[in-house]
């Protein structure tokens, strides 16, 4: 079954800690592997995308790396502030569907001033 | 360019009636793909759309719910007597082409089925 799983569900970090999200995927054949921010009771802002050819995508203090033989990502927040607090997603486009988005549940992370 | 809409953004409903909600994508796309956002759940695929076209259903329930996106107007996605378990967010992308384009997303609609 082609899945998704995020660590950790949650994590508190106080202000300007550096911190690593991570996401697996159950299936090397991706296209590709997205990383996205969801504020409370909003809809979803894509951060990252890295298509499967690529080993990580980089925006300002943020950095995603892919590791498609290990099924692992992981999304790099430098010098966290509490406007960072936010559920990041992260998401796939497995091989067999060129389109769907396969989500994870998500990471709650809280900045704290 | 206006991103994706979504209306209405709230939507209560009593159980055995039926929620329409509606989905504006950004200007030039003509692919639509419906996602439900279960609570504690991920996000989940149930459609893909083209003008006039279904592409893939695959993660609609196949009873109650349905969708389309006519040659004018917005994707719509309908829901046929509704019940509690149909109360959640369901949200709405849009992208250029099809394939792996960028899938851009509304807001989303929360939907209460009391």
């Known amino acids: 079954k082609q899945e998704v799983t995020q660590i950790p569900a949650a994590l508190s970090v106080p202000e300007g800690e550096n911190l690593v999200l991570n996401c697996s995927f159950t299936d090397s054949a991706i296209y590709n592997l997205q990383w996205f921010r969801q504020d409370p009771g909003k809809g979803l802002t894509s951060l990252l995308l890295i298509q499967s050819s690529q080993r990580e995508q980089t925006s300002g203090r943020l950095n995603a790396s892919l590791d498609k033989s290990s099924g692992r990502s992981t999304l790099y927040i430098a010098a966290s502030q509490p406007g960072d607090s936010a559920t990041y997603l992260c998401a796939v486009i497995y091989g067999g569907s060129n389109y769907k988005l396969t989500f994870g549940k998500g990471t709650l992370l809280t900045v704290n001033p | 360019n206006a991103g994706v809409m979504q209306n209405p953004r709230h939507l209560v409903r009593r159980r055995g009636q039926e929620a329409r909600l509606r989905c504006s994508p950004m200007?030039?796309?003509?692919?639509v793909y419906w996602y439900r956002q279960l609570p504690e759940e991920g996000l989940k695929f149930m459609v893909y759309l083209q003008k006039e076209n279904i592409i893939d259903e695959s993660g609609m329930p196949k009873e109650r719910f349905s969708a389309e996106f006519p040659k004018e107007g917005p994707s719509i996605l309908r829901i046929q007597q509704v019940v509690r378990g149909d109360s959640a967010a369901y949200f709405c992308a849009s992208s250029l082409g099809g394939t792996t384009d960028t899938q851009y997303f509304g807001p989303g609609t929360r939907l209460t089925v009391l």
């Open positions: 200007k030039g796309h003509s692919h």
